[in-house]
């Protein structure tokens, strides 16, 4: 009985050893932070015609956010182990979809697009430079200034799970 119990004791410190020993230094979140301790996120600068300071703001404050949710960084204001910068290329309205028989307008789409720079300073071949794009539709018949600030909100809340998963997540 007693062998029996050594056994199964290694088998548990084995299979403890195999889930949280492996490719990288994981969170309890799931984050890959490969030893870092902090980041630090420069602003978005918008330089898409359409993007006015505020959408830079929102978006580097829900960057911001998500990573000190989703992981257990801590944020300083320069320098990181980790580093985000970036700047907002694409803001634009498009439709979406037209009323059925009619050359009419039935929904619009705001797009944005996300340029962004990750340097890991621990782990340098970890750092990329891509462009993140995702959009939201809103109704053809309302103003986009009406609808604006809460199109932003949804659009950051996918871009930053975007980019969170492509920098710590290691998809």
Request: with cysteine.
């Amino acid at each position: 009985m007693s062998a029996l119990i050594q056994g199964v004791s290694r088998g548990l410190v084995v299979l403890w050893a195999a889930a949280f020993c492996g490719c990288g230094v994981y969170t309890p979140y799931g984050a890959q932070t490969a030893g870092a301790k902090t980041f630090s996120v420069d602003y978005f600068t918008p330089i898409a015609p359409l993007a006015g300071p505020e959408v830079g703001q929102q978006f580097t404050e829900a960057l911001k956010d998500l990573i000190q949710r989703q992981s257990t960084l801590r944020w300083v204001a320069d320098g990181g182990d980790i580093q985000y910068s970036g700047r907002i290329v694409g803001y634009e309205v498009s439709t979406s979809a037209v009323a059925g028989g009619q050359e009419v307008a039935s929904q619009n789409r705001l797009t944005m697009q996300v340029q962004v720079q990750y340097v890991h300073v621990l782990e340098q071949d970890l750092a990329f430079e891509r462009t993140f794009s995702r959009f939201a539709d809103f109704p053809a018949t309302s103003d986009l200034f009406d609808v604006e600030q809460e199109l932003v909100e949804e659009i950051n809340e996918q871009l930053t799970q975007e980019v969170f998963n492509a920098s710590l997540g290691n998809w």
